[in-house]
Structure formats: structure tokens, C-alpha cells
């Protein structure tokens, strides 16, 4: 049995919240890979289901991101777990928006949550940091962290937690490079449409204008065309 935390805080005002992004992909593997519903235990949101043959407990704790670790260790107690077992999915500031990496055990670079994760079972756990950039200065990182993701942000967070989705399996089979090759193969297919468009838009300001230069009439067009 695997255990996958998912960290941020909760209420509605939370709920797009950059620092809310380990929420979002708890619910993203849920909904993709046909978990059960949400229930309330271990002072958490809980739901349950299988990957890959192994079964996974989804938990996102609702006792505010600094608490965090209160709901973890319950849960881990409860199943008898060990460190080894467990999952963090949180946000990272200091890795670029759109990227994931995995780690294992270290410390908690002032991650409120990680910290009293840290206080209850310890720092020997699996993190999957998603990354949210940094405001470029410490004393706006409250307030960034807590403010929510833009329109902009948008397409590259959809890709992530579908890439993450699609990539639990993975990482319940103790395959992570597996795992980030199943998100970054969804965040290149993104780029890859975005470029499209973009290329579609630059070319209609020169088919508009090779439009307005040709003055010839329909008989001239269709004689040039024997030409």
C-alpha cells in the first residue's frame, strides 16, 4: 500500500491558489484513474483506488498547509506504513513554472507543510515538486504563493496535472523517471500546439496583405494562371 499526499489549504478561497497545486494533482489522478469519492478521515480528504496493481491512499490534509503533518502521521499509523511508502506532491519555488522533479528524503527549504511533515514522520519520504517559480524577492513569497494562478498560467498547468495524472502508474510502480517522461511528453505536445498557432497567427498579417495587393480582376487572375 502506497500512500500519495497532495498539500494546500482549504476552503474555496484556497482553491486556485499556486500553493493549493499538490491539491490539484491528488484530484487530477482521482478523476483520471477512477478512484473512489472523497471522504472525510485522518483530518483529511481521503479516496482510495488502484495503480499499476498497488493500492493507493489519495490524501490531502484540511487542517491548513502548516499542520499538514498531523494528517499524514495518522494515516501512515493507521495503514502501518513506513516512510518509504509515502508521496508529497507540493508546490516548488524554486523550480520554473511547468516543471516537475522528483526527490527523495532532504530537507524542507522553508515549506511550511514539508516542515511539520518533517516534525511527524520524519524527512525520509518521496517528494514530486511542481514548480511555481519565484516572485524574485523572499518578502513576496507569502503573498505569491497564496495568490492564485493566472489565464496565462493556464495551459501549462492543465498539461502538468493531466501528464500526472496520466503518469500515477508510474510512480506507484517506483518508476519515476517514467513518470516525468509521462508529464513532459504532455508539456512538449502543449509547446508543440502552441508554436502551431503561433505560427498560424504570424502568417495571417501577410495573407491579408498579399490579399489587399492584388487589384487584378477575375478575368486577369484567371488568365495569369496560363501564363
Known sequence: MLLFVGLGNPGIKYTSNRHNIGFMALDQIADRNGFSPWRNKFQAEVSDGVLDGEKVILLKPQTFMNLSGQSVGEAMRFYKLTTSDITVFHDELDIAPGKCRVKMGGGH????????????????????????????????????????????????????????????????????????????????????????????IDAQPQQAQNQATDDRTAIQKLLDKFK
Do not use: C
Open 109 to 200: 527549504a522553508g515549506h511550511n507543510g514539508l516542515r511539520s511533515i518533517h516534525q511527524h514522520i520524519g524527512p525520509d519520504y518521496q517528494r514530486i515538486r511542481l514548480g511555481i517559480g519565484h516572485p524574485g524577492h523572499k518578502d513576496r513569497v507569502a503573498q505569491y504563493v497564496l495568490g492564485d494562478f493566472t489565464k496565462t498560467d493556464q495551459n501549462w498547468i492543465d498539461d502538468m496535472l493531466r501528464g500526472i495524472g496520466e503518469g500515477a502508474a508510474k510512480l506507484a510502480a517506483n518508476d519515476s523517471a517514467g513518470f516525468i517522461n509521462a508529464v513532459t511528453f504532455r508539456m512538449q505536445q502543449n509547446s508543440h500546439n502552441t508554436q502551431k498557432e503561433r505560427n498560424k
